[in-house]
Structures are given as structure tokens and as C-alpha cells.
């Protein structure tokens, strides 16, 4: 199940500050990363399964090895993990608990972006893309 419309796509950040907030609301990258890409995860061992909580982000400048990324946040998701199989997103029930748990949790990441300046508390774009298409470009 992918987050859509009221989270933190699109918002751009410096690959130190994401990963300081990121870590504050329990999401981790241990090794899930390349040179332009990072992923944040969040485990959830629950009676129904394992789910997972990801935050994917692509490098627009940088290089995620040095820690000198520039990162663009995609679609956050939430997935159910299979062995041997892996994360499945879509066609699958997830708890309703869990839903809102995560819910909270992005929303607590977009408020702290906010806090940096980086994200409209009101909209979804950061105010660098907000100014951009002001000005037209």
C-alpha cells in the first residue's frame, strides 16, 4: 500500500538532516542503500505477520556513499514481508492499527520537515518546488 496525497513525496532534503529525522520516528537504513538510492525501514512484528514501513528517496545531487546527497522522497509504502519471497505492497489487508500507526509516523516526519523549513504544513510540494512554479521555471 503505497501513502499517497498526505505525506512526504516530493520533499527535497539534505541526506545528513533526513537521516537525523528519520531515525528519530524509528525509521533506519542499515545498508539499504546505493549511490543514488536510499531506503528508511521501520519493522513491524505483529500477530497478522511481518510488515514494513519504507521511505524510498532518490538521489538528485551527491552521492549517498559520502553522505553528500541531495535526496527527492518518493511514495512512502507499507508492505507485508514473505520468506523467502520479500515485501509484497500491493493486494494484501492490512491491519487498520498499523495503517494509522504508520500514518502517524509520516506525519510526524512532514511536521518535522516543516520544522526545517523544507515542506508547506498544507501541501505536499516543498517550497522550493512551490517557488519554482511561481516563478515559472
Same mark, same amino acid.
Given at each position: 500500500?503505497?501513502?499517497?496525497?498526505?505525506?512526504?513525496?516530493?520533499? *527535497?532534503?539534505?541526506? =545528513?538532516?533526513?537521516?537525523?529525522?528519520?531515525?528519530?520516528?524509528?525509521?533506519?537504513? %542499515?545498508?539499504?542503500? &546505493?549511490? &543514488?538510492?536510499?531506503?528508511? &525501514?521501520?519493522? +513491524?512484528?505483529?500477530?497478522?505477520?511481518? +510488515?514494513?514501513?519504507?521511505? +524510498?528517496?532518490?538521489?538528485?545531487?551527491?552521492?549517498?556513499?559520502?553522505?553528500?546527497?541531495?535526496? !527527492?522522497?518518493?511514495?512512502?509504502?507499507?508492505?507485508?514481508?514473505?520468506?523467502? %519471497?520479500?515485501?509484497?505492497?500491493?493486494?494484501? *489487508? +492490512?491491519?487498520? %492499527?498499523?495503517? !494509522?500507526?504508520?500514518?502517524?509516523?509520516?506525519?510526524?516526519? !512532514?511536521?518535522?520537515?516543516?520544522?526545517?523549513?523544507?515542506?508547506?504544513?498544507?501541501?505536499?510540494?516543498?517550497? !522550493?518546488?512551490?517557488?519554482? =512554479?511561481?516563478?515559472?521555471?
Amino acid at each position: 500500500m503505497y501513502f499517497e496525497n498526505k505525506t512526504i513525496e516530493n520533499v *527535497v532534503v539534505e541526506q =545528513q538532516l533526513l537521516a537525523s529525522i528519520m531515525e528519530k520516528n524509528g525509521l533506519e537504513c %542499515h545498508g539499504t542503500w &546505493d549511490y &543514488d538510492r536510499m531506503t528508511f &525501514d521501520k519493522r +513491524f512484528d505483529l500477530k497478522e505477520g511481518r +510488515f514494513y514501513l519504507r521511505v +524510498f528517496c532518490a538521489a538528485i545531487s551527491g552521492d549517498v556513499g559520502n553522505r553528500s546527497a541531495v535526496l !527527492k522522497i518518493s511514495k512512502p509504502a507499507l508492505g507485508k514481508y514473505y520468506y523467502p %519471497h520479500g515485501v509484497e505492497y500491493e493486494n494484501e *489487508v +492490512f491491519p487498520t %492499527h498499523l495503517v !494509522k500507526e504508520c500514518e502517524q509516523i509520516l506525519a510526524n516526519v !512532514k511536521k518535522q520537515l516543516a520544522e526545517f523549513g523544507l515542506i508547506d504544513e498544507s501541501s505536499n510540494t516543498s517550497k !522550493k518546488q512551490a517557488a519554482k =512554479q511561481t516563478v515559472g521555471v
